[in-house]
């Protein structure tokens, strides 16, 4: 219980683009645990669309947001529940998050649907969020794993691995993913030498890389987290010599992982959600002006996640939870005129005039009938040089 009420409590903050705010808006992801690295930037780049709505006079009249952060632990279901229940009793309107898949699924079910609280995750990608009971009011800006796994077979087959070991971290995210990826390796006549599970937050993970390399493969597959056991996996497979070449979920790409690992990792690939279209470039001008690093994954998912909350506000001229969750398909899917990041004043007056929007956003937003992204992803590679991930194209 005690750790119940400081998940709760001690965890949230507020950051404020206004002394005299009107409207309240959640944030929840994972300050701390596996992927502690990623969300400041996901985080950041959120408020940056809040404060572009607050900043443009133009929100319902003029009205202001205020930021209210949680955290979700990323791992920890009971604490983010908790933390989600301490920031809807502050009277948010919605929640931007959560981040990874089995938090945001608790957060929905437990506290947010119930209360008719509308969430847009930025990165649950659990395929089973599809079916979620969510009531209208759950909706993710990033695309399915049942894609995303289809899509880091290919570019596996492409790079010409022709044997894999799998390895995913387990939880809803690691299993689903690691699925969808055996079957699809598999069906482009890919060996899968193993599929085994680690758990994340242990000091060692030789054991692990003993079974995976007992069973061999050309490349091991880490399905997991950068900051946690996926970035154990790597580090035991690297000090034993049993893998060299690691084919990268998007749950481990970050550019803390190049830090770490540098040239070891200039045989690895991987891929993420993401775009390089027309949104993609003014999503990363206007970040780079706002301070917020937008190369790292979601960043771009949760700018939009933010902007889709704050045109749904205005489309139903009210921050009533309702509203919110009527109007969200509505703008994200158009038809109506393009909206791109940068021009939210612009979209909000159009909807004051009563005019319709079609949300675009950095991510080419598109939503299926259950309110998910329908998705691009980007092949990357490690830019040992740049001590980061590069764009080889989109997918």
């Known amino acids: 219980m005690k750790k119940l009420f400081i998940a709760a409590f001690i965890f949230v903050s507020t950051v404020t683009t206004n ?39 133009s929100l319902l009249g003029g009205k202001k947001i205020e930021v209210v952060r949680a955290d979700s632990t990323c791992v920890d279901s009971a604490a983010a529940t908790a933390a989600a229940e301490g920031v809807i009793s502050q009277g948010v309107a919605a929640i931007m998050g959560a981040d990874c898949s089995g938090v945001t699924g608790a957060i929905a079910s437990n506290v947010a649907v119930p209360n008719g609280v509308v969430m847009i995750s930025p990165s649950a990608t659990s395929p089973g969020l599809t079916t979620l009971d969510d009531k209208g009011y759950f909706f993710r800006t990033a695309p399915s794993d049942a894609r995303g796994g289809q899509i880091l077979a290919d570019i596996t087959k492409d790079r010409k691995v022709k044997s894999v070991a799998i390895t995913y971290t387990n939880n809803d995210y690691g299993k689903g993913l690691a699925d969808v990826y055996k079957a699809a390796v598999e069906a482009h006549g890919i060996k899968v030498t193993t599929v085994t599970a680690h758990e994340d937050g242990k000091a060692d993970y030789s054991s692990e890389v003993a079974t995976l390399a007992s069973a061999g493969g050309d490349a091991v597959a880490v399905i997991g987290y950068l900051d946690q056991g996926g970035k154990g996996i790597i580090q035991a497979s690297l000090d034993s010599g049993a893998f060299d070449k690691f084919v990268l979920s998007d749950g481990m790409i970050g550019k803390s992982l190049v830090e770490a690992f ?134």
């Open 262 to 395: 540098g040239k070891d990792l200039k045989k690895s690939f991987g891929s993420r959600p993401g775009s390089t279209a027309k949104g993609a470039g003014l999503f990363t001008k206007i970040a780079s002006a706002g301070g917020v690093d937008s190369n790292g994954p979601y960043t771009g998912e949760s700018y939009d996640a933010a902007a889709l909350i704050v045109l749904a506000m205005q489309a139903g001229n009210s921050a009533d939870r309702a509203s919110i969750a009527k109007n969200v398909m509505d703008v994200a899917n158009g038809p109506g005129t393009k909206i791109y990041p940068g021009e939210l004043k612009k979209g909000l007056d159009l909807l004051a005039k009563g005019k319709k929007v079609d949300y675009e956003g950095a991510t080419s937003v598109s939503f299926t009938d259950v309110g998910e992204a329908e998705g691009a992803f980007l092949e990357l590679d490690v830019d040992v040089k740049g001590g980061d991930f590069k764009t080889k194209k989109q997918r």
């Open 19 to 57: 002394t005299f705010a009107d409207i309240k808006m959640g944030i929840i992801l994972g300050f701390t645990g596996p992927i502690e690295s990623l969300t400041p930037a996901m985080a950041a780049s959120a408020e940056l669309a809040f404060k572009e709505a607050s900043d443009s006079g």
